[in-house]
Antibody, heavy 120, light 107 residues
Framework: QVPLQESGPGLVKPSETLSLTCTVS????????WSWIRQPPGKGLEWIGY???????NYNPSLKSRVIISVDTSKNQFSLKLSSVTPADTAVYYC??????????????WGQGTMVTVSS | DIQMTQSPSSLSASVGDRVTITCRAS??????LNWYQQKPGKAPKLLIY???SLQSGVPSRFSGSGSGTDFILTISSLQPEDFATYYC?????????FGQGTKVEIK
């Protein structure tokens, strides 16, 4: 069983809101930070933001005006909403555990990623 | 933002070669530097954290060194399964940032 699994639409129209959910299937979501990271096709990695299980968040300033990350501890899930998307938001979106203090704030467990295409 | 610059962007090497990849930060990140390996179509995998600590389950042929602004990832004897793209990432401050990646290809 994959410890982290992303889910959500693979196609989003421009100007709409991208919504993804990450399910933590192994272990509890509690006592950890959880991040979203994306990777445009053929390009590098961009950290989007993280949430603590208690609900406190930290976002990348480059995306902050459009991002909301939330957590549902009863479902062991956390979610990403990215509003007003454009084709530049087309990417593989990963959920990951971290920053994790035991690894000096690295991202130590990753989901397999989900491709999201922004197109009309 | 702290900019992370890796060199080279790509390299060709043979099985058994010693490979080194450099990562430079635009300002000091002390030892808050991590290395990831990514294979095509797969998620990144944490190899090294805190500049030189080997993540559990990672082969000992991988090692990391450095502090401040300059860091090195070394693969002591390249194996067929090591052909991949490697990324450094600073966890010193927000926003967390990654290097652009170094692709290790078969010579």
């Amino acid at each position: 069983q994959v410890p982290l699994q992303e889910s959500g639409p693979g196609l989003v129209k421009p100007s709409e809101t991208l919504s993804l959910t990450c399910t933590v299937s192994r272990g509890s979501i509690s006592s950890y930070y959880w991040s979203w990271i994306r990777q445009p096709p053929g390009k590098g990695l961009e950290w989007i933001g993280y949430i603590y299980y208690s609900g406190s968040t930290n976002y990348n300033p480059s995306l902050k005006s459009r991002v909301i990350i939330s957590v549902d501890t009863s479902k062991n899930q956390f979610s990403l909403k990215l509003s007003s998307v454009t084709p530049a938001d087309t990417a593989v979106y990963y959920c990951a555990r971290g920053p994790t203090p035991v690894t000096d704030d690295a991202f130590d467990i990753w989901g397999q990623g989900t491709m999201v295409t922004v197109s009309s | 933002d702290i900019q992370m610059t890796q060199s080279p962007s790509s390299l060709s090497a043979s099985v058994g070669d010693r490979v080194t990849i450099t990562c430079r930060a635009s300002q000091s990140v002390t030892s808050y530097l991590n290395w990831y390996q990514q294979k095509p179509g797969k998620a990144p995998k944490l190899l090294i954290y805190a500049a030189s600590s080997l993540q559990s389950g990672v082969p000992s042929r991988f090692s990391g060194s450095g502090s401040g602004t300059d860091f090195i990832l070394t693969i002591s004897s390249l194996q067929p399964e090591d052909f991949a793209t490697y990324y450094c990432q600073q966890s010193y401050s927000s926003p967390r940032t990654f290097g652009q990646g170094t692709k290790v290809e078969i010579k």
